[in-house]
Nanobody, 120 residues
């Protein structure tokens, strides 16, 4: 049974930091790309940051220079360090695990989401 458990969200003031965590189980973690998405009220879910199984990263323009994604394959975990948070970062953040194989195509798994609210 695949399970992704997101944690670390909360209410913070603008300019402060938060670190999100995602603990994965039931998958061969090191073989999956991992990502963080977010969804604000009334908006579509959007990619924030992604890290491949090999450790390559890419970020949404809104996250570049402020957010850092990292993975720990020994702990089956992925993290999102968010610095200098802005009110527009307010959203539910979701952990995603994805992998493409010729045999099965693309597989996606999602965490339950963790709320991040940036407000003074």
């Amino acid at each position: 049974q695949v399970q992704l458990v997101d944690s670390g969200g909360g209410l913070v003031q603008p300019g402060r930091s938060l670190r999100l965590s995602c603990a994965a189980s039931g998958i061969s973690f090191s073989m999956f790309a991992m990502a963080w998405y977010r969804q604000a009220p009334g908006k579509q879910r959007e990619l924030v940051a992604r890290i491949t199984s090999g450790g390559n990263t890419n970020y949404a323009d809104s996250a570049k220079g402020r957010f850092t994604i990292a993975r720990d394959n020994a702990k089956n975990a992925v993290y999102l360090q968010m610095n200098n948070l802005k009110p527009e970062d307010t959203a539910v953040y979701y952990c995603n695990a994805n992998r493409y194989t010729l045999a099965e195509g693309r597989r996606d798994y999602w965490g339950q989401g963790t709320q991040v609210t940036v407000s003074s």
